[in-house]
């Protein structure tokens, strides 16, 4: 739990800006990072976007209020999580944990999941279906962030999905792993050229050596 504290804490800040930039337009940020255990997701989306905001902006202020919050909250953080699909290696995952955190008295609303996964060697392919709970060309700019690199990516409902492929240490591993060893210098038997030499040069010094004793008798 405290794990997941201190991740989401790194999430709402690496956002926060961008939130600002994206105060009026039909745009949401999402951040992605991977750990050994677990897949977590965030998600800052304007409010007004969803197709349902009215109905959950009981008061008429424009605004989502703590008590709103409380009574949307489960389902709208649902909602919005089930518009993305996450595949590790093909694999379908689910998230174990989603919720609504609160922006009090503001047009955003934060939706956090994590998915029991672990993605350190493995692709993950992201599609989004958000256009169909929000209004007009919605964007959604992603940063999946993993301990070897971050990538970003952007959808719309024109190009909806994202393969982010498995980080380049383990493609290198793999790859490494088909390196075959040198093959062994061959030690079969010589040519008969080659013991025809080797028996004449034979031949040849022991020629020199009876004419060397004949001399020296």
């Not at 008969?192 to 060397?212: E, H, K, M, P, T």
């Amino acid at each position: 739990m405290l794990k997941h504290t201190l991740i989401a804490a790194t999430l709402l800040l690496a956002v926060g800006q961008s939130q600002l930039q994206a105060h009026n337009l039909p745009i949401s940020e999402m951040m992605l990072v991977a750990d050994d255990e677990y897949l977590h997701m965030e998600v800052v989306i304007n409010a007004t976007e969803l197709t349902f905001f009215r109905e959950m902006d009981v008061d008429r202020n424009g605004h989502v209020s703590l008590a709103e919050t409380e009574d949307w909250g489960e389902q709208v953080s649902r909602r919005v999580v089930d518009c993305f699909d996450i595949r590790v290696d093909g694999q379908v995952v689910d998230a174990d944990v989603a919720g609504l955190v609160p922006n009090h008295n503001t047009h955003h609303l934060t939706i956090r999941a994590h998915y029991p996964v672990d993605v350190a060697e493995a692709s993950v392919e992201l599609t989004s279906r958000l256009a169909a709970i929000t209004h007009g060309a919605h964007l959604v700019q992603v940063v999946y962030r993993t301990p070897h690199d971050i990538q970003k990516a952007r959808l719309n409902p024109s190009a909806a999905t994202v393969l982010f492929p498995a980080p380049a240490v383990g493609r290198l591993a793999e790859s490494e792993s088909l390196i075959q060893p040198p093959t062994a210098t061959s030690t079969g038997p010589r040519p008969w050229w080659g013991r025809l030499g080797v028996a004449l040069g034979a031949s040849l010094l022991l020629g020199c050596f009876v004419l060397f004793c004949k001399k020296n008798r």
